[in-house]
C-alpha cells in the first residue's frame, strides 16, 4: 500500500487518550482484496489480532470490491486508485470502547464525518473490529464523487482523490514565507495565495476532525493533536506497533536497570568511603591505645628501676649501720671501758636482729 496523504506525525503526550486522529492510505485493487480478506478474518493477520469473539460492526458490507464496484456505477475515474481506506482513531480516554452503542456510534460518527468532509457522496464501507484489542479505530473505505458540468449543460458524475482535500486545504491555509512567516501576496490579485499540498490536507483532514469531535460529539475535553515539525507516513501495523511497545518497554526496563545499578554503585561507593573512614578512625584509635599503653610501660619500668635504685640504697645504708654499730662496740671492748655482761647481751641481741633483718 503506498500512502496517498502523507499525514502529519504527533507529539505523544499525558493528553494521548484525549486526542482523536485520521490516517489514509491509497489503495490500489490489490490492496482493495487484501482489506477485503482482511475485513472477513480470512488472513493469517487478523488471525493473531484476534483477542476475544465478538463480530464487527459494518456500515455498508464486508464485500468491498463489490461495493466500490456498486459506488462507482456510471462514474469516470483518472487515476488507477481503487478507493482511500481511512483509520479514524477516537479519543481512547472520552469514550468507552467496550460500550456496544458507544461503538456504533463511532462507526456512525466517522462515516458521516469522511462524507461530509469529502463533498458528501464518498463513503461505500466501513467497519468498526471489535475482537482486537483496540475498540477506537473505525476502517472507512470510501472514493470522493462529484458532478462535473460540461458547458453546455452535460453533468456526469466523476470521482477523485484529492478535490475536496485540496479545498478544505486552500479554505482553511495559505502559502507563508519560511524566514518571516508572513503569508505570501499574490502580485496579480493582491491576495494570499491558499495552500494545497499533501502536508495542507493532512492537515486540514485533522483539524477539521478536531472540530467535528469538539461540536458534533460534544467532547468537551477533546484535545487537538500537537504537530511535529516533518510529515511521514503516519500509520503502522498493529504487528509493529507492538513491536515498537515491546523495544520501548525493554527501552525502559533497561533504563531502570542502569539507573538501579547507578545508584547502587553509588550507595557501595558511600558505604565503602565510609568503612575506609571508619578504617582510618580505629586505625586511629588503636595508635593512640598503643601509645598509651607504651607510655604506662615505661612508666612502670622507670618506677621498677627506681624502686630499685631506692633499695639498693638502703640495703647500703643498712650495712653502714650495722658496720658502725660492730665498730662502736669494738672500739668500746678495746678501749677498756667497762662493759657489763647485760649490756653484751642486749648489743648482741640487737646485731642478730639486724642480721635476720
Do not use: W
Amino acid at each position: 500500500m503506498r500512502p496517498y496523504f502523507l499525514v502529519m506525525r504527533y507529539v505523544q503526550n499525558d493528553n494521548a487518550g484525549k486526542v482523536g486522529a485520521v490516517r489514509q492510505e491509497a489503495l490500489k485493487p490489490s490492496d482493495l482484496a487484501r482489506a477485503e480478506k482482511h475485513g472477513k478474518r480470512e488472513d493469517e493477520s487478523s488471525q493473531k489480532r484476534r483477542v476475544r469473539d465478538e463480530e464487527a460492526l459494518v456500515y455498508g458490507t464486508l464485500d468491498l470490491a463489490a461495493a466500490r464496484a456498486q459506488h462507482m456505477e456510471g462514474v469516470k475515474q483518472s487515476g488507477r486508485t481503487a478507493c482511500i481506506h481511512t483509520f479514524v482513531q477516537f479519543p481512547s480516554n472520552l469514550i468507552d470502547g467496550t460500550d456496544k452503542e458507544q461503538q456504533l456510534q463511532m462507526l456512525n460518527h466517522a462515516v458521516r464525518f469522511l462524507d461530509d468532509f469529502h463533498g458528501g457522496d464518498a463513503v461505500f464501507a466501513a467497519r468498526l473490529d471489535r475482537d482486537e484489542t483496540g475498540r477506537h479505530t473505525v476502517d472507512v473505505f470510501l472514493l470522493p464523487k462529484y458532478d462535473y458540468r460540461y458547458k453546455d449543460g452535460r453533468v456526469f458524475k466523476k470521482a477523485s482523490v484529492s478535490k475536496f482535500s485540496k479545498e478544505q486545504a486552500r479554505a482553511r491555509y495559505v502559502k507563508t514565507d519560511k524566514k518571516t512567516g508572513k503569508a505570501i501576496i499574490d502580485r496579480k490579485t493582491g491576495k494570499r495565495i491558499p495552500r494545497d499540498d499533501t502536508r495542507a490536507q493532512g492537515s486540514a483532514l485533522q483539524d477539521a476532525f478536531f472540530e467535528y469531535l469538539r461540536d458534533e460529539m460534544q467532547l468537551s475535553d477533546v484535545m487537538p493533536p500537537e504537530r511535529k515539525k516533518f510529515t511521514a507516513k503516519d500509520r503502522v501495523e498493529p504487528e509493529e506497533y507492538g513491536l515498537r511497545k515491546d523495544r520501548e518497554r525493554l527501552h525502559d526496563n533497561a533504563r531502570q536497570l542502569s539507573e538501579a545499578d547507578r545508584t547502587a554503585r553509588e550507595r557501595n561507593k558511600q558505604q565503602a568511603a565510609q568503612n575506609k573512614a571508619q578504617a582510618r578512625s580505629l586505625e586511629h584509635r588503636e595508635a593512640e591505645l598503643l601509645a598509651e599503653k607504651k607510655t604506662l610501660s615505661e612508666q612502670k619500668l622507670a618506677f621498677e628501676q627506681s624502686s630499685a635504685r631506692r633499695a639498693a640504697t638502703l640495703d647500703k645504708q643498712e650495712i653502714r649501720v650495722k658496720r658502725d654499730a660492730k665498730t662502736v662496740r669494738n672500739v668500746r671492748i678495746t678501749s677498756g671501758q667497762g662493759v657489763s655482761r647485760k649490756l653484751n647481751r642486749i648489743l648482741d641481741e640487737s646485731f642478730e636482729t639486724q642480721d635476720v633483718r
